[in-house]
């Protein structure tokens, strides 16, 4: 969990739980996997990162109307009901959504908490980027546009020179963001320093 504090420029604590630190279940993966056929049993498994082991699974059993879970959390046996419901896509077809138990609201994801799955809103949980600050928020999305380019915003193979350069167009508005945030940062805390006045 992020830590609250004092920081520059701060827009909001840290103290909120993050969507990240918790295991999900997304119904367009479920799609994908085959898993919404009707009466389709089988695993769902979570691995961990780097060394690939099995770190939890649960028992999923497909009925009409939605699926049934069954897992342990911190050894305690969970079962929960979730509906599913489909609507018009874009471009013909159904789409899926988990109906989420605890607001009744179409999620496309659920994260387990308390041995509960429930939408991010029904658990307060919000993304690592809603925890930063302004200034923290710039380098997350600068970070996201350097991550397409090659080292030193080159083009990489394959991308098209225009894509390119409304890239690092976006790059340099981001640090030139970050350094009007700073100076505005700066700027308060000189206003908020005790005045001295000359004897």
Known sequence: MAKGGYRTG???????ARIEDFRRIDVREFERAGMLRVRWAGR??????VSKRLAAEVNVSTRNDGVSLRYHFNGVP???DVLIVRTEAGFGGKRAWFVCPGCQRRRAILLIRDGRFRCC????LKYRSQNQDPIGRTWLVQAKLERRLG???TRPKGM???TRE????RVIATEVQRTKLWSETCVRLIRNLPHT???
């Open 10 to 16: 701060a827009g909001r604590p840290g103290r909120t």
């Open 44 to 49: 769902w498994q979570w691995r961990e990162p």
């Open 78 to 80: 969970f079962e929960e």
């Open 121 to 124: 809103e029904c658990h307060d």
């Open 151 to 153: 080292p030193n915003l």
């Open 160 to 162: 098209h020179h225009k």
């Open 166 to 169: 409304d890239l690092a167009k």
């Open 197 to 199: 006045g000359s004897r």
